[in-house]
Every structure is written in structure tokens, then in C-alpha cells.
């Protein structure tokens, strides 16, 4: 039976005190939800992160991490060095990274196989622009990223995988897909890995909807029987927003 989750993806923000007084915040939070919760920090304050959260049921997890064991990667950041400071769950593939840091099909195809081959989980992100939906090539478009990073993977990898959809138009723009667009999505990219991998995979993994996800329209989304979570991002910063998100399931 596949999972429910919800994953705070807090980006470029906050720095160590205003981390510390984050995860204080979400502490104080109580969980009334049977889902999943994890956050993403900034890759600098993971460690504290983890340390601060130690013995609760919220997960630390990275935003971004490099296909390589090590090497001449200036900036860069490891499977290994991850799993070192106690996290095993990373974000790959966000529309951010792929506009502004032109990460490639092929590129996160190489992450994927790196987190993997360390035992990590991936939430792996993928999502059509405004002009992309304008012209009705979505459904194309998905397809493509899923299927260029991922499909080349053995059937048994996807209980490794969580899928992230991500209307690139619908991310920090206060526009959100309806849930019947995030429906109608969420059973394609079923539907595709189904047609691959056989319905067993294909019912087996979590597909979260990432777009603008509020406490006002969680429940809404989540209540869609192909939406298993979100990747949140502004309302994760603060806790009150987030954990109204997380028990909206």
C-alpha cells in the first residue's frame, strides 16, 4: 500500500537560528495524520537539522545532491556525505534546478542512479510549463521526464522512488491546479507506469502534487485517489501553515 507524504521544501531560506527556531516551531506541532512528514533545509544546516529532530517522526531530507562519489565537483554535495550526516531521502530534479541550473533528463537520470545505488530515497520532480499545458502538450511532456530519467531503472527500484508532479506555472505563483487537473495527472503518470512496469509498481508509488499546496486547498487535492501528498514550499516555512497541510489528510 503506498504511503501518504508531505514534504516541506523550504529552498534557499532560512539561516541556522532561524532554522533552529523553525523545527522548535514544528515540534510544538501535533501530527493527526497517518502521513509521512519531511523537510528539506538548506544543505549547510542539515546536520543541526537532524540533530534537532532526532527521536521525532519528521524526516530531514536534501534538497539536491551530485551523481558522483567525490571529486573535482567544487560546491557540490555527495550520496555519501548526505548519508553521513543521517540523511537518506533526496529531492532531485525540482523545476528550479532543471531552469536555472540546466539539469537534463540525462543529467537527473545519473542522480537517480547515484541516490539508488546509496540506498537513498528520491522524490523525484517533474512538471510541464504554462506553454506546455496552452499548447496540450502536458501530458507529453511528463511523459517524457519520466520516462527519460527513470525508465531505464528495474521494476524493484521504484520502492525507492516517490513522484513529485509540479505544474512548473503553479509553483510560487499563488496559481494551483485544480484537483481535477491534479487528478487527471496524477492517474496519466499511473496509467504510464503501469504500462511499463505492470499495476502492481504502478499502485505501489506515492505521487505527491507540488503547486502552490495551502492549508486552504490541501484537503481538496489530497482527498483525489491518485494525490498521495505534497511537495510544499513557501507555506512549509511556517509551521502552523505546514502542519495544517500535513493534517489535512
Known sequence: MRKNIVAGNWKMNNDLAQTEALIADLKAQTISSNAEVMVAPTAVNLFSANAALEGNAIEVIAQNMHF???????????????????????????????EYFNETDE?????????LANGMRTIFCFGEELADRKAGKEEAVVESQIKNALFHLEAAAFKNIV??????????TGETASPEQAQDMHAFIRKTLANTYGAEVA????????????????????SKPDVDGGL????????????AIVNAF
Open 232 to 243: 510544499i514550499g513557501g507555506a512549509s516555512l511556517k509551521a502552523a501553515d505546514f502542519f
Open 203 to 222: 499502485d505501489s508509488v506515492s505521487i505527491l502534487y507540488g503547486g502552490s499546496v495551502k492549508p486552504a486547498n490541501a484537503q481538496e487535492i489530497f
Open 68 to 98: 558522483a562519489e567525490n571529486g573535482a565537483y567544487t560546491g557540490e554535495v555527495s550520496a555519501a556525505m548526505l548519508k553521513s550526516v543521517g540523511v537518506h531521502t533526496v529531492i532531485l530534479g525540482h523545476s528550479e534546478r532543471r
Open 163 to 172: 513522484l513529485a508532479y509540479e505544474p512548473v506555472w503553479a509553483i510560487g
Open 107 to 115: 543529467l537527473l537520470a545519473k542522480k537517480v542512479d547515484a541516490a
